[in-house]
């Protein structure tokens, strides 16, 4: 498993991992608004986003900076899950987005891949200086919280999100 930056040359891929979301109707998280723009405008909108969050010193207002990542598994090149990691928070990320937001692709979820790509990701916060992260997930999920719970996440509140009308669980993780 490796952790890619999007480009030109994955974009069948994402598309289909889109789709798979879609056609399951399993919510998207961690995604950078992959979602959003293959719904309403494009891929290469979506990367130049993507490029742009990225770009440090030229955050527009009210955006943080981050980096979002395809997990790729290398054997066959399959886009198993998408994480987004945010450098830091505004008052949304602060109450329903956290850190860290990721996703599974539905036909690869109970195989570990959540657990895994959470516990690389944690490894890339480190030299970045991102020791206390934030992590977020619907308090439905179950098995988000329990990625979220093995790899040290400790349960802060619960609140309901105004976005999304759902209990959502705040995750605590020391990442030292």
Not at 103 to 130: D, H, N, V, W
């Amino acid at each position: 498993m490796k952790f890619v930056f999007p480009g030109a040359a994955y974009e069948e891929k994402a598309k289909e991992f889109f789709q798979e979301f879609r056609t399951s109707g399993s919510s998207l998280h961690g995604v950078g608004g992959l979602d959003r723009f293959l719904e309403t405008g494009t891929y290469g909108q979506w990367l130049q986003k993507v490029y742009q969050d990225m770009d440090l010193a030229n955050i527009p207002e009210g955006r943080v900076p981050a980096y979002t990542c395809f997990y790729v598994r290398e054997r066959d090149g399959c886009l198993v899950g998408m994480i987004s990691i945010r450098l830091a928070l505004n008052d949304f990320l602060r109450k329903e987005g956290g850190h860290i937001g990721y996703c599974i692709r539905p036909s690869e979820r109970g195989k570990g891949y959540g657990t895994q790509m959470l516990r690389e990701a944690l490894k890339f916060c480190r030299p970045i200086g991102l020791n206390r992260l934030l992590l977020v997930c619907d308090k439905s999920n179950l098995a988000s919280a329990k990625v979220i719970q093995s790899c040290g996440g400790i349960l802060e509140t619960e609140c309901r999100s105004e976005l999304c009308q759902e209990i959502l669980q705040r995750y605590w993780i020391d990442n030292k």
